[in-house]
């Protein structure tokens, strides 16, 4: 035995260039993947919307088997042939914007995404009242949710993770924000405050429609709303039924109450900030006191605009704000009361969920435009270079507004909800990795024979009364209670008229009940017998029988009582 050990550091020598280094099927070179090249971006063509009168023309109707229209492959655009928009190609800034993948599911506009820290599950919602779930390493090419849920809200307007990806925070239109788990089932619902109450602080919870909610970066069991009731609540997860503390938002002068359209908070919990709809941008310290704003600026925005996004910098020196008046401005958070940095202006914007991001890089900011009914107009994503202050890059995504867009450092890849009712995904196979190109590239699962399964009837002997179980007692007591004889239960009182000698339980019976009295009840049978015998010998109840009366023979009692005696 131990002349045949054999050495751990054993070579195999020239035999090692014919043992496979990896399985599966190798890529060439400089092969293409063709499901990751049928995925190319392609030109946004807006259709023109033909009226005749005023109206607009009916669709066409295809009749199946002879004039249906031809169904269109990934590489073929909107006229048969490829429509690629090579102005992506020329991107010396190597942003992921080169192959596009869309999302599709929801009925209306999608206002809210989030993905988990490692990049592969997508929580998606919008004006169609639900929350879709997505999971980028369990999806094939058909690209499809694998749960649906329905939070009873109109709009969900805010989704976030928390920093381990176990919970999800929701905001929407109601005064309630929502936790749920990963995978979609309700843990926390924060209470509803009392509207009638002048002092917020005396609320347990928001009186109207949060605008904000999002985990403490450092706490797991912190959360921080904000709401048009102009309040910050901060809550303690483990004990929700009432808020931990409040942030009351008031004007300059400290009088007039300003709702809050927009909150964020830096990575480090150090700052919260928050933009009012009197275009005011307050601070505040996360760990208080919450009675005055550490630093503030009262025209940020134009007054009665909703601000829409706020957002921290990765390194916590400044701050993005996009405003309801068109505009996105960055400020320096050491010097605010200096005003903005720089002002991005003629960037549309109609929608009080549009947000703006950093790329995972720092280097730049990335905001969406909305269509305001113009016949050309288009949805686009627009690029901002952090240093210089200057736009560089616009690119065209969808026919509709540009609402929410989510761009993850893991993957890098940028998703898009927009108001078309899709989420459009943006990347480029050579810089982005593992989401959606996860699912592009992966075919359905082919269903053998054997795992099919047939409807048959099957028979069950132990349900014959011959193998029948026998009740046990706890289930006989339910039985004979249901029975009305065998658990000698009362009358039910009577509904409507009465009938079978019972009162209706109507409230003129219950008073006739009273004042009528049945004489018939109380009198006595045997003299009521007697109202119909004569004082004669004749007793007769009717005429028709008083000729047919027969005699009567009595005994003759004396005359047996003396023969008795004798």
């Excluded at 730049?364 to 901002?384: E, H, P, R």
């Amino acid at each position: 035995m131990s002349g045949r050990k054999r050495s751990a550091d054993t070579s195999f020598g020239d035999l090692s260039s014919f043992l496979p280094s990896q399985f599966g099927k190798k890529a060439k070179p400089g092969e293409v993947n063709p499901q990751l090249d049928a995925t190319r971006k392609k030109k946004v063509v807006k259709e023109e919307k033909v009226k005749v009168m005023g109206a607009q023309l009916p669709e066409p109707v295809y009749v199946f088997g002879q004039n249906m229209p031809k169904e269109k492959t990934l590489e073929e655009g909107e006229g048969g042939q490829a429509e690629y928009d090579d102005s992506v190609l020329d991107d010396p800034l190597q942003l992921p914007i080169t192959h596009e993948v869309e999302l599709k599911g929801h009925e209306g506009h999608v206002t809210a995404l989030a993905l988990d820290p490692k990049g592969s599950r997508l929580v998606t919602g919008g004006y169609d009242s639900v929350l879709k779930f997505w999971d980028f390493n369990a999806m094939d090419h058909r690209l499809q949710s694998f749960r649906t849920i329905e939070p009873e809200v109109d709009v969900v307007s805010v989704l976030n993770y928390s920093p381990t990806g176990d919970r999800i925070i929701m905001a929407s239109n109601a005064p309630q924000a929502k936790v749920f788990d990963r995978d979609g089932s309700e843990l926390v619902v924060f209470p509803k405050g009392y509207p009638y109450i002048r002092d917020m602080a005396c609320t347990k919870g928001h009186v109207n429609h949060v605008t904000g909610a999002v985990f403490h970066p450092l706490k797991r069991d912190v959360a921080i709303t904000s709401s048009l009731d102009c309040t910050i609540r901060i809550w303690n997860l483990e004990s929700y039924r009432e808020h931990k503390h409040i942030i009351k938002l008031k004007n300059a002068q400290g009088a007039v109450k300003s709702g809050v359209t927009a909150m964020g908070i830096d990575s480090q919990a150090k700052l919260i900030a928050a933009c009012t709809q009197n275009g005011e941008l307050h601070f505040y310290p996360m760990d208080g006191p919450y009675t005055k704003t550490s630093s503030r600026f009262n025209t940020a925005h134009q007054f009665g605009s909703e601000t829409s996004s706020v957002r921290f910098s990765k390194d916590n020196i400044h701050l993005y704000t996009r405003g309801g008046d068109d505009t996105l401005k960055v400020w320096d958070i050491r010097k605010i009361e200096g005003g903005p940095l720089k002002v991005f202006e003629d960037l549309p914007n109609k929608y009080s969920e549009t947000s703006v991001v950093e790329s995972p890089s720092g280097e730049l900011i990335a905001t969406g435009t909305s269509v305001k009914g113009s016949q050309n107009d288009v949805g686009s994503l627009v690029f901002f270079s952090k240093s210089t202050l200057e736009q560089v890059k616009k690119i065209e995504v969808s026919t509709e507004s540009v609402i929410s867009i989510l761009w993850h450092p893991e993957l890098n890849q940028i998703f898009c909800g927009c108001s078309d009712r899709n989420v459009h995904v943006l990347y480029n196979p050579e810089k982005s990795k593992k989401g959606v190109m996860y699912c592009v590239s992966k075919h359905p699962k082919k269903v053998h024979a054997e795992d099919q399964q047939f409807a048959m009837n099957i028979q069950n002997p132990h349900a014959l009364p011959l193998f029948k179980d026998q009740p046990s007692a706890r289930r006989a007591r339910e039985k004979a209670r249901q029975d009305p004889v065998r658990s000698h239960r009362p009358d039910a009182p009577q509904i409507g008229p009465g009938a079978g000698g019972k009162l209706g339980s109507s409230l003129t019976a219950s008073i006739m009940k009273d004042l009528v009295v049945k004489t018939e009840i109380k009198a006595d049978p045997r003299e009521a017998l007697f109202k119909y015998h004569n004082d004669g010998e004749k007793s007769v109840w009717f005429q028709a029988y008083a000729k047919t009366q027969p005699t009567a023979i009595f005994r003759d009692v004396e005359e047996e009582e003396e023969e008795e005696k004798k």
